[in-house]
């Protein structure tokens, strides 16, 4: 309990943690009209390929700060020895994030949704995919961030997106078929497959990689 | 009795270094350790070591701990972009019956709605070292704590380490000056 | 480590020689191709680089798992000195692919899910060794490296699949090890040995690397001094 208190305090009270990322990504989706021509009938189309890559900086964005502030200050050091599981701590912290960040996201990008294509339908079936790949990024992008934490997240950023860009192939696929009314649950069952073991490994894989920083 | 701590033929290399070689010691219930040592001697990978925190070791450490350790080293885990009362909070300690005398002795009770990041660095220190005041583990870590304390605070802490002592808590600490404590002396310098 | 000298350079010309001999078979003795005529003939190159690239990369990943587990430093050595070769393999992949894209499909980039996950993999071996370079504590860096290896490595079976899962304008694996060649066997024979010669050269060269990768690190030690 501690650690979420202690997880929601701190972002109260540094909103530029959540509340930037979540407007760069208003943003992003707001600008991208704008460099094509307003009568193109394809703006649906492109509208896809830009809102993945939109959640994918925003996460990217979002996972920055998520353990240098407190490796910098030793709030890692004190976590790291005390009784609670280490891993656990991490992925509350993660899921902190993901509530204040990847929730709102997923649903403003639904809205965009169906401000573009004008399709509630697919407004409504984005929804879950959006919010399981944003669970999927944001763990991802904090192991990155876990490897580079001392050198900047530019370096964390490359080496993990190429680990991320099979999965946005997948969701490629997953939007052609809520398009054609095909059945996508195919691509929301393999998503939640890839997130239910991401979420169990990545922590481990973080504390481990954090221990190793403290060092 | 058994060790609260019980370090055997400790050694540590920091690329191909050595830093420390044979340290043993051992810290019963009640009983404090001053660390002394040159700079770079390794007083703080001592300590991290204690916790736990760093591997890369040879030789054994046992420890016989019934709570979690109490480790304050540089880093003192304040937010300063927080209050010192938000930060009390997020240590866990604002409701502590203890807190209010605490405060007054180190004059910070008027401080309590005021930005960490405008109070001064001794000042900063103080509120750390109340997360060890208020503490109930029966190790207790200190790296260097005396570090920006003006004297008056020095002596109340020697003062309240002193007590732990009485109520059974076992005390590591390293400090470059001498404290009026009641402790053993481990020399990391001499060991090499 | 004297032995290891001469047996490595034997390896070399064996590899070399073996290399050499199957291009010029390849390249001069085998017929056309019905389809593609003369132009298939990149495969000498093509298919051997890409074969080993992620090989390579599997190799990276057992080693890195060695590391780990069993705290072998030699096998972190091996992980850090794979990673250029791995890239440069890669690099040959990716740039005789083009090559062979232009007569065959018309233009010498497509994006298509074998080219474009070998790019990842190229990307990839260029963020470990980003990565590794960028913390000069190295026994920090091997495990990082190290952990970040296993975790890329669940891309690999999908670069492998990709052909079979999506469907795409590359041509699936001519050989698999269960299936009967899809080629004929004139030319299958020297890309065998094309790929096991230059398997053989890649490994020297990563011998080679690993060497210079232990000189460097373990400078300071006193066996090195007596080696050199």
């Given at each position: 309990m501690n650690i979420i208190k202690f997880e929601l305090l701190k972002l109260r009270n540094k909103s530029r943690g959540w509340l930037g990322p979540i407007l760069v990504f208003i943003l992003i989706m707001v600008a991208f009209?704008?460099?094509?021509?307003?009568?193109?009938?394809?703006l649906d189309q492109s509208f896809f390929a830009v809102l993945w890559i939109a959640v994918l900086l925003v996460m990217m964005l979002a996972t920055e700060d998520i353990f240098l502030e407190d490796f910098n200050d030793g709030s890692l050091e004190q976590f790291a020895i005390s009784d609670i599981s280490f891993p656990y701590i991490i992925s509350v912290k993660i899921f902190i994030y993901w509530l204040l960040i990847g929730v709102p996201i997923s649903i403003i990008g639904s809205l965009f949704c169906l401000g573009f294509t004008n399709s509630g339908n697919l407004a409504i079936n984005i929804f879950p995919i959006l919010l399981i790949t944003s669970y999927i990024f944001i763990n991802v992008f904090s192991f990155g961030n876990a490897l580079s934490l001392t050198k900047g997240s530019v370096l964390g950023t490359l080496v993990t997106l190429p680990l991320l860009l099979p999965l946005l192939i997948v969701l490629g696929k997953a939007v052609i078929s809520i398009n054609l009314n095909l059945n996508y649950l195919g691509f929301v069952a393999l998503l939640l497959g890839v997130l239910s073991i991401i979420i169990f490994l990545i922590p481990l894989i973080i504390s481990y990689i954090i221990r190793a920083h403290l060092e | 009795m058994q060790p609260k701590v019980k370090a055997t033929n400790l050694s540590y290399k920091i690329n191909e270094k050595?830093?420390?070689?044979?340290i043993s010691f051992e810290l019963m219930a009640g009983k404090a350790i001053h660390i002394q040592g040159d700079n770079g001697s390794g007083k703080t990978t001592l300590l991290k070591i204690i916790c736990g925190?760093?591997?890369?070791?040879k030789g054994e450490i046992e420890k016989k701990l019934d709570k979690q350790i109490c480790f304050l080293g540089h880093?003192?885990?304040?937010?300063?972009?927080?209050?010192v009362e938000e930060n009390l909070s997020l240590l866990n300690i604002?409701?502590?019956?203890d807190l209010k005398q605490h405060l007054i002795e180190f004059g910070l009770?008027?401080?309590?709605?005021?930005?960490?990041?405008?109070?001064s660095f001794g000042q900063q220190k103080k509120i750390a070292l109340l997360r060890v005041f208020l503490n109930d583990s029966d190790l207790i870590l200190l790296d260097?704590?005396?570090?920006?304390?003006?004297t008056q605070s020095q002596n109340y802490l020697c003062r309240f380490l002193n007590d732990e002592l009485e109520h059974r808590k076992s005390i590591l600490f390293s400090s470059h000056i001498s404290l009026d404590i009641n402790s053993e002396k481990l020399n990391l310098s001499d060991q090499v | 480590m004297y032995q290891v000298d001469r047996a490595y350079s034997y390896i070399f010309y064996v590899s070399l020689v073996l290399y050499l001999v199957s291009i010029f078979w390849g390249l001069f003795v085998t017929p056309e191709d019905?389809?593609?005529?003369?132009?298939?003939?990149i495969i000498y190159l093509h298919v051997p680089a890409s074969f080993i690239s992620q090989s390579l990369y599997i190799a990276m990943a057992i080693a890195s798992a060695i590391f780990l587990i069993w705290k072998v430093k030699l096998s972190a050595y091996l992980v850090r000195s794979i990673a250029p070769i791995g890239a440069i393999t890669t690099f040959i992949a990716l740039i005789s692919g083009s090559i062979w894209g232009i007569?065959?499909?018309?233009?010498?980039?497509?994006?298509?899910a074998r080219i474009v996950s070998t790019l990842i993999l190229f990307i990839m071996y260029l963020g470990l060794i980003s990565l590794h370079d960028s913390f000069s504590n190295h026994e920090k860096a091997d495990k990082f490296l190290s952990i970040l290896v296993l975790v890329g490595s669940v891309n690999i079976p999908i670069i492998k699949m990709s052909v079979e899962w999506w469907s795409t304008l590359h041509q699936p694996?001519?050989?698999?090890?269960?299936?009967?060649?899809?080629?004929?066997l004139v030319m299958l024979y020297p890309l065998f040995g094309s790929i096991v010669g230059f398997a053989g050269i890649v490994a020297c060269l990563v011998i080679l690397s690993s060497k210079l990768q232990i000189l460097r690190r373990e400078r300071n030690k006193s066996w090195i001094k007596n080696y050199v």
């Open positions: 009209p704008l460099t094509v021509e307003i009568s193109n009938k394809d | 050595k830093l420390f070689q044979n925190l760093t591997n890369q070791v880093k003192n885990a304040l937010k300063q972009y927080l209050t604002i409701n502590h019956p009770d008027k401080s309590l709605d005021i930005n960490l990041s405008s109070l260097e704590p005396c570090v920006g304390l003006d | 019905f389809v593609q005529g003369n132009s298939y003939r007569p065959t499909w018309g233009t010498w980039w497509v994006w298509d694996a001519s050989i698999t090890i269960s299936d009967k060649p899809a080629i004929d």
